[in-house]
């Protein structure tokens, strides 16, 4: 499966917690590292060429000691979607914080663990689109695909 996804994190007076993280790390469960943005507030971004290099990468931004948790914000965008979609730390966990007019939807869960499990896809659902019969709300793949 070959799908492009940026993820943008944004994150007050992070700047120490994130730099370990822009640089390449064999040991971490995802693979690459994060750039910089030049904005007014702490942002970071990356690219994943592949849906298998970013797994774990929620697990491992939520485990790190933030200094304002509430404040952190996830943006990711894979290419299929129509926009980013948005997590947020709620209880310690970064959770996709449901924006209006748009629904993620999701392909039937894989056959056997071979495959990695798929984020769906985040389309809004005041633009027109008709949603292909094969995708639903409900048919997601219980594994993490981030």
């Known amino acids: 499966m070959s799908r492009i996804a940026q993820v943008i994190v944004l994150a007050t007076y992070a700047d120490e917690i994130m730099e370990p993280l822009t640089h390449p790390d064999e040991s971490r469960s995802w693979r690459g590292h994060f750039e910089p943005l030049d904005l007014f507030v702490g942002g970071w971004v990356i690219e994943f060429n592949r849906v298998a290099p970013r797994s774990g990468l929620l697990n491992h931004l939520e485990s790190l000691p933030w200094p304002d948790p509430g404040k952190v914000q996830v943006l990711i965008h ?38 990695p499990p798929s984020p769906g896809y985040l389309w809004r659902t005041d633009a027109g689109s008709s949603v292909p019969e094969d995708l639903s709300v409900e048919r997601r793949d219980p594994r993490p695909a981030w």
């Open 78 to 115: 894979d290419e299929e979607d129509d926009c980013f979609g948005l997590w947020m730390i709620h209880d310690g966990k970064l959770v996709e914080v449901p924006l209006p007019r748009t629904q993620r939807f999701y392909d039937p869960a894989p056959s056997s663990e071979d495959y």
